[in-house]
């Protein structure tokens, strides 16, 4: 069965840096798309960042553009999601997520397009 597990998360000050990363199995990685969606305490879940299958077409949502930069190994079945300057509103449980059905090499955005996700990763950004 398709398993994507997290990992990265933790407890920082603000301006610091974590690398999340996302460990898919049970699929033919390099057939998806995959993208980041978090969710703060109280809120939606809202995009974060995409990467299509090939790995060349990328986006990031405007609040963590420049900061956060999305990638993905073929090799190890991992991506990744690397995150610099944080800020207290970056604060919630990060989640990944992957896309099969999307065509041709692009992303999505819609979560309800995706369709596997992780757990989740705690991420605290402490002022």
């Known amino acids: 069965q398709v398993q994507l597990v997290e990992s990265g998360g933790g407890s920082v000050q603000a301006g610091d840096s974590l690398r999340l990363s996302c460990v898919a199995s049970?699929?033919?990685?390099?057939?998806?798309?995959f993208g980041w969606f978090r969710q703060a305490s109280g809120k939606e879940r809202e995009f974060v960042a995409a990467?299509?299958?090939?790995?060349?077409?990328?986006s990031n949502a405007d609040p963590v553009k420049g900061r956060f930069t999305i990638s993905k190994d073929n090799t190890k079945n991992t991506v990744y999601l690397q995150m610099n300057s944080l800020k207290p509103e970056d604060t919630a449980v990060y989640y990944c997520?992957?896309?099969?059905?999307?065509?041709?090499?692009?992303?999505?955005?819609?979560?309800?397009?995706?369709?596997?996700w992780g757990q989740g990763t705690h991420v605290t950004v402490s002022s």
């Open positions: 049970g699929l033919t990685f390099s057939t998806y798309a």
């Open positions: 990467i299509s299958r090939s790995g060349l077409i990328r």
């Open positions: 997520a992957a896309d099969f059905r999307i065509r041709g090499d692009t992303y999505t955005v819609p979560s309800d397009e995706y369709d596997y």
